[in-house]
Antibody, heavy 121, light 109 residues
Framework: QVQLQESGPGLVKPSQTLSLTCTVSGASISSDGSYWSWIRQHPGKGLEYIGYIYYSGITYYNPSLKSRIAMSVGTSQNQFSLNLNSVTAADTAVYYC?????????????WGQGTVVTVSS | QSVLTQPPSVSAAPGQKVTISCSGSSSNIGNFYVSWYQHLPGTAPKLLIYDNNQRPSGIPDRFSGSLSGTSAILGITGLQPGDEADYYCGTWHSSQGAVFGGGTKLTVL
Protein backbone atom coordinates (compact mmCIF):
# COMPACT_ATOMS: atom_id res chain seq x y z
CA GLN A 1 0.00 0.00 0.00
CA VAL A 2 1.06 3.60 -0.54
CA GLN A 3 2.89 5.25 2.34
CA LEU A 4 4.31 8.74 2.73
CA GLN A 5 6.96 9.85 5.19
CA GLU A 6 8.05 13.43 5.83
CA SER A 7 11.60 14.28 6.83
CA GLY A 8 13.53 17.43 7.56
CA PRO A 9 14.90 19.61 10.35
CA GLY A 10 12.62 20.16 13.31
CA LEU A 11 14.07 23.57 14.07
CA VAL A 12 14.63 26.41 11.62
CA LYS A 13 15.90 29.89 12.40
CA PRO A 14 13.84 32.96 11.44
CA SER A 15 14.54 34.30 7.93
CA GLN A 16 16.03 30.97 6.84
CA THR A 17 14.58 28.39 4.45
CA LEU A 18 12.51 25.44 5.64
CA SER A 19 13.23 22.35 3.55
CA LEU A 20 11.16 19.18 3.82
CA THR A 21 11.14 15.96 1.84
CA CYS A 22 8.38 13.40 1.44
CA THR A 23 9.44 9.86 0.58
CA VAL A 24 6.86 7.79 -1.27
CA SER A 25 6.69 4.02 -0.99
CA GLY A 26 4.27 1.65 -2.61
CA ALA A 27 3.72 3.88 -5.63
CA SER A 28 5.75 5.68 -8.26
CA ILE A 29 6.03 9.44 -7.97
CA SER A 30 5.76 9.45 -11.76
CA SER A 31 2.28 7.94 -11.66
CA ASP A 32 -0.08 9.78 -13.94
CA GLY A 33 -2.90 11.43 -12.04
CA SER A 34 -1.32 11.89 -8.62
CA TYR A 35 -0.98 15.36 -7.15
CA TRP A 36 1.77 15.37 -4.52
CA SER A 37 0.66 17.85 -1.90
CA TRP A 38 1.71 19.67 1.24
CA ILE A 39 -0.63 20.73 4.07
CA ARG A 40 0.24 22.19 7.45
CA GLN A 41 -1.43 22.59 10.81
CA HIS A 42 -0.50 25.44 13.14
CA PRO A 43 -0.56 24.62 16.87
CA GLY A 44 -4.15 24.34 18.02
CA LYS A 45 -5.49 25.38 14.62
CA GLY A 46 -7.08 23.84 11.55
CA LEU A 47 -5.43 22.64 8.37
CA GLU A 48 -3.84 25.00 5.86
CA TYR A 49 -3.19 24.00 2.25
CA ILE A 50 0.27 24.77 0.93
CA GLY A 51 0.05 23.41 -2.60
CA TYR A 52 0.87 20.53 -4.92
CA ILE A 53 3.33 19.38 -7.54
CA TYR A 54 2.48 17.02 -10.36
CA TYR A 55 5.12 14.56 -11.53
CA SER A 56 5.56 16.61 -14.72
CA GLY A 57 6.58 19.60 -12.64
CA ILE A 58 3.32 21.50 -12.81
CA THR A 59 2.66 23.24 -9.52
CA TYR A 60 -0.12 25.03 -7.68
CA TYR A 61 0.71 27.12 -4.65
CA ASN A 62 -1.59 28.66 -2.07
CA PRO A 63 -1.75 32.33 -3.13
CA SER A 64 -1.06 33.45 0.44
CA LEU A 65 2.28 31.57 0.43
CA LYS A 66 3.11 31.61 -3.26
CA SER A 67 5.91 34.15 -3.10
CA ARG A 68 7.88 32.00 -0.61
CA ILE A 69 7.30 28.46 -1.87
CA ALA A 70 9.10 26.15 -4.23
CA MET A 71 8.27 22.48 -4.75
CA SER A 72 10.21 19.88 -6.67
CA VAL A 73 10.05 16.20 -7.58
CA GLY A 74 12.90 13.71 -7.37
CA THR A 75 11.91 10.83 -9.57
CA SER A 76 15.01 8.73 -8.97
CA GLN A 77 14.55 8.90 -5.20
CA ASN A 78 10.74 8.69 -5.44
CA GLN A 79 10.49 11.86 -3.37
CA PHE A 80 9.03 15.31 -3.54
CA SER A 81 10.15 18.36 -1.63
CA LEU A 82 8.98 21.64 -0.19
CA ASN A 83 11.09 24.77 0.28
CA LEU A 84 9.58 27.67 2.21
CA ASN A 85 11.85 30.69 2.48
CA SER A 86 12.00 33.69 4.79
CA VAL A 87 10.30 31.79 7.59
CA THR A 88 8.92 33.41 10.73
CA ALA A 89 7.37 32.08 13.91
CA ALA A 90 4.06 32.02 12.02
CA ASP A 91 5.42 29.11 9.98
CA THR A 92 5.73 26.93 13.08
CA ALA A 93 3.43 23.99 12.36
CA VAL A 94 3.07 20.30 11.74
CA TYR A 95 3.74 19.75 8.05
CA TYR A 96 2.02 16.88 6.24
CA CYS A 97 2.65 15.51 2.80
CA UNK A 98 -0.27 13.84 1.06
CA UNK A 99 -1.38 12.45 -2.23
CA UNK A 100 -4.74 12.64 -3.88
CA UNK A 101 -7.31 10.44 -5.49
CA UNK A 102 -6.23 9.78 -9.04
CA UNK A 103 -6.76 12.73 -11.39
CA UNK A 104 -8.11 14.81 -8.55
CA UNK A 105 -6.30 17.65 -6.79
CA UNK A 106 -8.88 18.22 -4.07
CA UNK A 107 -9.24 14.87 -2.23
CA UNK A 108 -6.31 13.78 -0.08
CA UNK A 109 -6.50 10.03 0.37
CA UNK A 110 -3.06 9.17 1.73
CA TRP A 111 -1.24 11.32 4.28
CA GLY A 112 2.09 11.13 6.04
CA GLN A 113 2.22 11.18 9.81
CA GLY A 114 3.46 14.75 9.81
CA THR A 115 6.66 16.41 10.94
CA VAL A 116 6.86 19.17 13.53
CA VAL A 117 8.73 22.28 12.45
CA THR A 118 9.52 25.04 14.92
CA VAL A 119 10.82 28.41 13.79
CA SER A 120 12.93 29.90 16.54
CA SER A 121 16.34 31.45 17.05
CA GLN B 1 -9.60 31.93 10.82
CA SER B 2 -10.57 28.94 8.66
CA VAL B 3 -12.50 29.42 5.43
CA LEU B 4 -14.98 26.70 6.38
CA THR B 5 -16.82 26.90 9.70
CA GLN B 6 -17.19 23.89 11.98
CA PRO B 7 -18.35 23.65 15.60
CA PRO B 8 -15.32 23.34 17.90
CA SER B 9 -16.70 20.29 19.65
CA VAL B 10 -19.52 17.76 19.73
CA SER B 11 -20.21 14.89 22.06
CA ALA B 12 -22.49 11.89 22.38
CA ALA B 13 -22.70 8.59 24.19
CA PRO B 14 -21.53 5.27 22.76
CA GLY B 15 -24.06 3.81 20.34
CA GLN B 16 -25.64 7.18 19.67
CA LYS B 17 -25.55 9.29 16.50
CA VAL B 18 -23.74 12.59 16.05
CA THR B 19 -23.60 15.11 13.24
CA ILE B 20 -20.89 17.64 12.44
CA SER B 21 -21.66 20.65 10.28
CA CYS B 22 -19.40 22.48 7.86
CA SER B 23 -20.50 25.85 6.54
CA GLY B 24 -19.01 27.55 3.49
CA SER B 25 -20.02 29.77 0.60
CA SER B 26 -20.69 29.77 -3.12
CA SER B 27 -16.94 30.15 -3.69
CA ASN B 28 -16.23 26.78 -2.16
CA ILE B 29 -18.86 24.27 -0.96
CA GLY B 30 -21.51 25.76 -3.21
CA ASN B 31 -19.55 24.78 -6.31
CA PHE B 32 -17.09 22.07 -5.30
CA TYR B 33 -17.19 18.63 -3.69
CA VAL B 34 -16.70 18.23 0.06
CA SER B 35 -14.44 15.72 1.79
CA TRP B 36 -14.22 14.74 5.43
CA TYR B 37 -11.12 13.61 7.34
CA GLN B 38 -10.63 11.93 10.71
CA HIS B 39 -7.50 12.86 12.63
CA LEU B 40 -6.12 11.40 15.80
CA PRO B 41 -3.28 13.67 17.00
CA GLY B 42 0.12 12.23 16.18
CA THR B 43 -1.20 10.10 13.36
CA ALA B 44 -1.88 10.57 9.67
CA PRO B 45 -5.30 12.05 8.88
CA LYS B 46 -7.68 9.56 7.27
CA LEU B 47 -10.08 10.24 4.41
CA LEU B 48 -13.63 9.32 5.50
CA ILE B 49 -15.88 10.85 2.86
CA TYR B 50 -15.26 12.40 -0.56
CA ASP B 51 -17.49 13.89 -3.22
CA ASN B 52 -19.98 14.90 -0.50
CA ASN B 53 -21.17 11.38 0.30
CA GLN B 54 -18.80 8.73 -1.07
CA ARG B 55 -16.90 6.40 1.25
CA PRO B 56 -13.46 5.10 0.29
CA SER B 57 -12.91 1.38 0.51
CA GLY B 58 -12.66 0.23 4.11
CA ILE B 59 -14.68 3.04 5.68
CA PRO B 60 -17.74 1.61 7.46
CA ASP B 61 -21.22 2.77 6.53
CA ARG B 62 -21.59 4.23 10.02
CA PHE B 63 -19.99 7.29 8.43
CA SER B 64 -22.09 9.31 5.99
CA GLY B 65 -21.97 12.67 4.28
CA SER B 66 -24.60 15.00 2.92
CA LEU B 67 -24.83 18.43 1.37
CA SER B 68 -27.35 21.21 1.47
CA GLY B 69 -26.54 24.38 -0.43
CA THR B 70 -23.33 25.75 1.01
CA SER B 71 -23.27 23.48 4.06
CA ALA B 72 -22.12 19.91 4.48
CA ILE B 73 -22.89 17.42 7.23
CA LEU B 74 -20.90 14.44 8.47
CA GLY B 75 -22.99 11.83 10.28
CA ILE B 76 -21.63 9.09 12.50
CA THR B 77 -23.97 6.41 13.86
CA GLY B 78 -23.32 3.69 16.41
CA LEU B 79 -20.61 5.77 18.11
CA GLN B 80 -17.61 3.86 19.39
CA PRO B 81 -14.82 4.97 21.75
CA GLY B 82 -12.41 4.67 18.82
CA ASP B 83 -14.33 7.39 16.96
CA GLU B 84 -13.03 9.97 19.41
CA ALA B 85 -10.91 12.22 17.20
CA ASP B 86 -10.78 15.54 15.38
CA TYR B 87 -12.85 15.78 12.20
CA TYR B 88 -12.15 18.19 9.36
CA CYS B 89 -14.15 19.12 6.29
CA GLY B 90 -12.37 20.20 3.14
CA THR B 91 -13.19 21.42 -0.32
CA TRP B 92 -11.76 23.52 -3.14
CA HIS B 93 -11.97 27.29 -3.29
CA SER B 94 -12.13 29.15 -6.57
CA SER B 95 -9.18 31.39 -5.69
CA GLN B 96 -7.41 29.75 -2.75
CA GLY B 97 -7.01 26.10 -3.68
CA ALA B 98 -7.94 23.50 -1.10
CA VAL B 99 -9.55 24.89 2.05
CA PHE B 100 -10.47 23.23 5.32
CA GLY B 101 -12.58 23.79 8.37
CA GLY B 102 -11.11 24.53 11.77
CA GLY B 103 -11.87 21.01 12.95
CA THR B 104 -14.38 19.52 15.37
CA LYS B 105 -13.33 17.50 18.38
CA LEU B 106 -15.64 14.54 18.92
CA THR B 107 -15.90 13.24 22.46
CA VAL B 108 -17.54 9.88 23.07
CA LEU B 109 -18.96 10.20 26.57
Amino acid sequence: QVQLQESGPGLVKPSQTLSLTCTVSGASISSDGSYWSWIRQHPGKGLEYIGYIYYSGITYYNPSLKSRIAMSVGTSQNQFSLNLNSVTAADTAVYYCATTLQFRNDVFDIWGQGTVVTVSS
Amino acid sequence: QSVLTQPPSVSAAPGQKVTISCSGSSSNIGNFYVSWYQHLPGTAPKLLIYDNNQRPSGIPDRFSGSLSGTSAILGITGLQPGDEADYYCGTWHSSQGAVFGGGTKLTVL
